[in-house]
């Protein structure tokens, strides 16, 4: 059979190896061939390359014959991927695949690569001592271009179909615990960034969302707050944005002594305004640094945040806990998961239990007294 349409190699008793032409690399100009081990009977994987070859004739898979992984992921990121994520997400698809996907198998033909060639790939990161998620979040993405090629009838196939990925590990929640949070909450209050705090952990924001509100977010009369963007800072340059979904523009009622902080805030601001950058981009922001420009999440997290935490005697957590702990707080208290979801921005009040399992003992004990004061009392048993 021509090499150029495709062979049937014999490779031992019922095993075949089927191999379909795809043309010559680019710069090596070697030859590229689609490889698939069959087992059964020859008229079996006499099917299989004829399937292959009607695929080909049919134009599937033609036009990326040529194509290497690396040219075929810029297109991807460029038209598939930038026009409809945050920008956030689009430098971290495209910082995930530059650092890990890339450099093994970038230069490899888009339509010659095999499963076999992305194991490695993934195996290369946990022997980097890269986590399981980092490694299921690489797969993730490579997954989405992959079946976005098929979709563009640049591959027959998907070769990351049957790759093993490493089970991901449940890592316990960090969260401060009442006490805790009041301890946290008193250190903070004689800090300057009382109201970042304060804010922080009684609404459950992000802290790309509270870092980007605005005054004129603030309705006074009913004392909420309009989640409608988050602030990131790419290659040296603040810009607002999205949020992280449709679901996280939302309203938030403030406790009353926040929003007594946030109106001190403003009055201090009001007579600090002459000494600020009149023509900086973001004077509107509530928090700001003394020049009146955004806070740096990183900054704000090594200067004030963690000597909060040492200051106090707390866990050393993430400033993301601050979220995660004032959805324990709310759940155990009592305040129905829908409302709490709603808070958070989260797509369900399902999706906010099961992240918050933790806390459900306590709401079914509690739950429990309550049916059984409702049911029993005054009855005897």
């Known amino acids: 059979?021509?090499?150029?349409?495709?062979?049937?190699?014999?490779?031992?008793?019922?095993?075949?190896?089927?191999?379909?032409?795809?043309?010559?690399?680019?710069?090596?100009?070697?030859?590229?061939?689609?490889?698939?081990?069959?087992?059964?009977?020859?008229?079996?994987?006499?099917?299989?390359?004829?399937?292959?070859?009607?695929?080909?004739?049919?134009?599937?898979?033609?036009?990326?014959?040529?194509?290497?992984?690396?040219?075929?992921?810029?297109?991807?990121?460029?038209?598939?991927?930038?026009?409809?994520?945050?920008?956030?997400?689009?430098?971290?698809?495209?910082?995930?695949?530059?650092?890990?996907?890339?450099?093994?198998?970038?230069?490899?033909?888009?339509?010659?690569?095999?499963?076999?060639?992305?194991?490695?790939?993934?195996?290369?990161?946990?022997?980097?001592?890269?986590?399981?998620?980092?490694?299921?979040?690489?797969?993730?993405?490579?997954?989405s271009a992959m079946r976005q090629a098929i979709r563009w009838q640049l591959l027959f196939n998907d070769p990351t179909q049957g790759v093993q990925l490493p089970r991901q590990q449940c890592k316990e929640m960090r969260v401060l615990t009442t006490e805790q949070a009041r301890a946290f909450l008193s250190i903070a209050s004689q800090t300057p960034q009382a109201c970042i705090f304060a804010l922080a952990l009684t609404t459950g924001m992000r802290p790309s969302e509270y870092?980007?509100?605005?005054?004129?977010?603030?309705?006074?009369?009913?004392?909420?707050?309009?989640?409608?963007?988050?602030?990131?800072?790419?290659?040296?340059?603040?810009?607002?944005?999205?949020?992280?979904?449709?679901?996280?523009?939302?309203?938030?009622?403030?406790?009353?002594?926040?929003?007594?902080?946030?109106?001190?805030?403003?009055?201090?601001?009001?007579?600090a305004t002459a000494e600020r950058k009149s023509d900086f981009e973001f004077s509107d922001l509530i928090f700001t640094t003394p020049r009146g420009e955004p806070i740096n999440e990183e900054y704000l997290v090594k200067?004030?945040?963690?000597?909060?935490?040492?200051?106090?005697?707390?866990?050393?957590i993430r400033l993301y806990d601050l979220r995660h702990t004032f959805a324990t707080l709310a759940l155990t208290v009592g305040v129905p998961p829908k409302v709490v979801s709603e808070q958070l921005g989260h797509a369900s009040a399902a999706f906010t239990l099961d992240t918050y399992s933790h806390v459900l003992p306590h709401m079914q004990a509690e739950a429990a007294a309550k049916m059984e004061a409702a049911l029993v009392n005054g009855l005897s048993f």
């Open 303 to 316: 200067k004030h945040f963690k000597p909060i935490l040492r200051e106090a005697g707390l866990p050393d």
């Open 211 to 271: 870092l980007a509100l605005c005054w004129q977010d603030i309705d006074w009369e009913h004392g909420t707050v309009s989640v409608v963007r988050s602030l990131h800072k790419n290659e040296g340059q603040w810009r607002f944005d999205d949020t992280k979904r449709i679901r996280s523009r939302r309203l938030v009622k403030l406790q009353s002594w926040v929003l007594r902080l946030l109106v001190k805030l403003k009055h201090e601001n009001e007579g």
């Open 1 to 143: 059979m021509s090499r150029k349409v495709g062979q049937i190699i014999a490779r031992g008793e019922r095993r075949w190896l089927v191999r379909v032409y795809l043309g010559r690399g680019r710069e090596t100009r070697k030859r590229t061939y689609h490889n698939r081990t069959i087992y059964g009977s020859l008229r079996y994987a006499q099917a299989y390359l004829t399937k292959r070859l009607h695929e080909r004739d049919l134009c599937r898979g033609v036009q990326g014959q040529q194509v290497t992984l690396d040219e075929f992921l810029d297109h991807w990121l460029k038209t598939a991927v930038k026009p409809k994520v945050r920008e956030k997400t689009y430098r971290d698809y495209a910082a995930m695949l530059r650092r890990y996907i890339r450099p093994p198998i970038g230069a490899k033909i888009m339509a010659a690569l095999s499963p076999l060639e992305i194991q490695a790939a993934y195996q290369n990161m946990i022997d980097k001592g890269l986590s399981s998620r980092t490694v299921n979040y690489a797969h993730a993405v490579l997954r």
